[in-house]
């Protein structure tokens, strides 16, 4: 029987996933640079494998990032009324969610943000609908 990932190796894993797409790598040339296989760094970001220590120090040092990045854990943020950091990093762990970010954090006028949140919210509203 197949063992499910553990939370650890989960919150490594897309904190890993949530660096190389920062920086815009793919996971073929993360798996270069490690020189291991992309399926390899496919298993880590899902957490279906766990990284040993001395392969996170290399995943740190490729990705340029202190090795406590990985291990930065989802605590109760009060600013983000009630939700876990765990759905902000879940969110930095997608394609979308940097590129979301960074074009959102470039709008300066706060009437126009608070009219693309409303935008947001009002899709995430007719999602659930239409479930």
Not at 63 to 82: A, K, N, Q, V
Not at 90 to 105: C, Y
Request: net charge positive; charged share 25%; proline share 5%.
């Amino acid at each position: 029987m197949k063992k499910a990932p553990e939370l650890t190796d989960k919150q490594v894993g897309n904190r890993v996933r949530m660096r190389r797409l920062m920086l815009k790598i793919s996971q073929q040339e993360l798996a270069k640079m490690l020189g291991i296989t992309f399926q390899q760094v496919q298993k880590y970001e899902s957490g279906s494998s766990s990284i040993s220590a001395g392969r996170l120090l290399e995943v740190a040092h490729a990705l340029d990032t202190p090795i406590m990045f990985f291990f930065e854990g989802p605590s109760p943020e009060p600013s983000l009324g009630g939700q876990s950091r765990a759905c902000v990093d879940e969110l930095l762990g997608t394609s979308h969610g940097w590129p979301l970010i960074k074009a959102f954090s470039t709008i300066n006028n706060a009437r126009l943000r608070a009219s693309v949140i409303r935008l947001v919210e009002d899709i995430a509203q007719d999602q659930k609908r239409d479930l």
